[in-house]
């Protein structure tokens, strides 16, 4: 929270810490107890909350009701919905609604079914992302996530943009970055190549704990000074 002008409570949690195969396992209730915590610790930066999937793709009237749902449980400043043009009316409803509402566009995770894959290398998708912007800023969408996209192509949606676009495996010329925090801190194995890891905490934590069961099993801990 010292570090970073924007928190978002990402859909991420249920691959990460729940071990998940999908994060379209991902449920209301777990994304709002998640959530609650991390604005219960968050002093200065703005929180947004992932919208789970299926809980806004149907309807836009269901999607006011669980965004409101979302902000009154968790007290976070808004919440971020995957797709551009194909939401870009329920954006609009929760944005008229005040509901704060950042965008995400290129690679969505609740969409992909297999292996995910780099956007933007066919004609279409080049397309689409542009349209997707263009939707999304016009139905008030404060700021927009791109994800797992070619840099040449997020290098085109920079000089066409009107809100700042946050990058994950896109382009160091967005107006700013985001990662997951574990992966920041290497708690996991994925490998994807936008990752870089700042701290090796898998074999760090291993050697940690091998350490504390060998002193179990030798008597060495707790010791005097350890105890009451």
């Given at each position: 929270?010292k ?6 409570g ?9 071990g ?17 915590s ?5 002093k200065?930066s703005?929180?947004i909350?992932?919208?789970p ?5 149907n309807?836009?009237e269901?999607?006011l009701?669980?965004?409101k749902?979302?902000i ?11 797709g551009?043009?194909?939401?870009h009316?329920?954006?609009n ?6 509901i704060?509402?950042?965008?995400h ?8 079914k297999?292996?995910p ?8 998708e080049?397309k ?14 404060f700021?927009?996530?791109v994800?797992?996209t ?5 290098s085109?949606?920079?000089?066409k943009?009107n ?8 382009s ?12 920041i801190l ?5 490998k ?6 700042y ?7 291993t ?13 060495k801990?707790p010791?005097k000074?350890?105890?009451y």
């Amino acid at each position: 929270d010292k570090f970073t002008d924007i928190i978002l409570g990402g859909d991420s949690l249920g691959p990460v810490l729940y071990g998940f195969k999908s994060t379209r396992d991902v449920t209301l209730d777990i994304i709002i107890n998640h959530a609650k915590s991390v604005v219960k610790n968050a002093k200065r930066s703005f929180v947004i909350v992932d919208m789970p999937y299926g809980t806004y793709e149907n309807s836009k009237e269901v999607a006011l009701k669980n965004a409101k749902k979302i902000i009154r449980e968790t007290k976070a400043d808004g919440v971020k919905l995957e797709g551009g043009e194909k939401i870009h009316k329920t954006i609009n409803f929760l944005t008229k609604n005040d509901i704060i509402v950042m965008g995400h566009i290129g690679m969505l995770p609740q969409s992909i079914k297999g292996k995910p894959t780099v956007f933007g290398k066919k004609k279409e998708e080049k397309k689409q992302i542009a349209d997707d912007l263009k939707f999304i800023e016009k139905a008030g969408g404060f700021a927009v996530v791109v994800e797992c996209t070619l840099e040449s192509v997020v290098s085109s949606l920079m000089n066409k943009k009107n809100v700042p676009i946050i990058g994950i495996g896109a382009s160091k010329k967005c107006d700013g970055q985001i990662l997951v925090t574990e992966d920041i801190l290497g708690m996991t194995n994925l490998k994807s190549k936008f990752i870089k890891k700042y701290l090796d905490f898998n074999n760090l934590a291993t050697s940690a704990i091998k350490k504390y069961s060998k002193e179990v099993d030798s008597l060495k801990y707790p010791s005097k000074k350890h105890c009451y």
